[in-house]
């Protein structure tokens, strides 16, 4: 039976032909979007967004990738995107465990199955993405390879800071007011209308300016600051994760050497004991690596294509 097919705004997204954006449904009913861009024949690249992110902004990736002969597929995680949203706040950003993404993980790839996406199956995960494709690494043999781009492995916080949001979202979480907004999160409430000087994403202007037209003439994409719920979530699976062996898995992981997002010190906590990582820093890149100037876009899909094989 084929999906339903679901919107896509192709007026903000890089061209790439045969675009499929559908409806599919995970395991416990949650119905998400979607897309797969099937043209290639070196395999396919499945592309686990981060938090706050959609298809419409991976079609550069899709790009990139199809022309280095790679079929790929997104997925916009539940909470975020077009996927269904939090019912007290649609700007929110809330989920309850980490292990839902999972189920939208499973869903993600028996619809790549289903579609008959050329094999073999590689993983391309970033921020959030990546401590998703962490789990499912460990969970699933689907994946020949990985590649990670700031991974959300940790979050550079003071021990004090640290440890008041253990208390505090797990207190509110506790109480039931886990879908309440994270203290000092509304700042980040209405990203249409961040500057790009001082961001902390990328030092392309043109790259900038394009996510930031996708969620200002689209702002049903745009989302806000996190749940208490979703910090004591992303807390748990962290602190869960850092215990997990590396998996046997050849991975590559990019870090910009001006991150400040995620924990530059967990990644290299967690390639250092992966004994078929490798980790290469990009020199001045900012969180979204994968968003820099064109010169180093180009330079790191070549080096993603020859880690894939």
Not at 236 to 245: G, I, V
Request: net charge negative; with cysteine; charged share 20%.
């Amino acid at each position: 039976m084929t999906p339903p097919t679901a919107p896509y705004h192709a007026d903000v997204a890089v061209d790439v032909p045969g675009a499929r954006p559908a409806w599919i449904d995970a395991a416990d009913g949650v119905r998400l979007r979607a897309i797969t861009w099937p043209e290639g024949e070196r395999g396919t690249v499945l592309l686990f967004q981060g938090r706050t992110e959609y298809v419409e902004k991976y079609s550069d990736a899709a790009r990139q990738l199809g022309l280095r002969g790679y079929a790929t597929a997104a997925i916009d995680w539940r909470g975020q995107g077009l996927s269904p949203r939090s019912s007290r706040d649609p700007r929110l950003g809330h989920v309850r465990d980490f292990s839902e993404f999972q189920d939208d993980v499973d869903a993600l790839l028996l619809h790549c199955d289903a579609l008959g996406m050329p094999r073999p199956w590689h993983l391309l995960a970033h921020s959030m993405g990546g401590l998703i494709g962490l789990r499912a690494l460990h969970r699933r043999p689907d994946f020949a390879r990985a590649v990670f781009s700031a991974p959300m492995w940790g979050l550079p916080l003071a021990p004090h800071r640290r440890l008041l949001g253990w208390i505090a979202s797990a207190a509110a979480s506790g109480i039931g007011l886990g879908e309440r907004m994270a203290p000092g999160a509304a700042k980040v409430a209405d990203p249409a209308a961040a500057p790009f000087e001082g961001n902390l994403l990328t030092t392309d202007p043109d790259m900038f300016a394009w996510m930031k037209r996708q969620i200002t003439e689209h702002p049903e994409l745009a989302l806000g600051g996190p749940s208490l719920g979703w910090v004591w979530a992303a807390l748990r699976e962290m602190h869960r994760m850092a215990r997990e062996p590396a998996p046997a898995v050849p991975c590559l992981t990019l870090l910009g050497t001006d991150e400040d997002i995620v924990s530059p010190d967990a990644i290299h906590v967690r390639m250092g004991s992966w004994a078929t990582g490798t980790l290469e820093m990009v020199e001045g890149a900012r969180h979204e690596v994968l968003t820099e100037g064109p010169g180093i876009r180009e330079r790191l899909y070549d080096r993603i294509a020859a880690h894939l094989g």
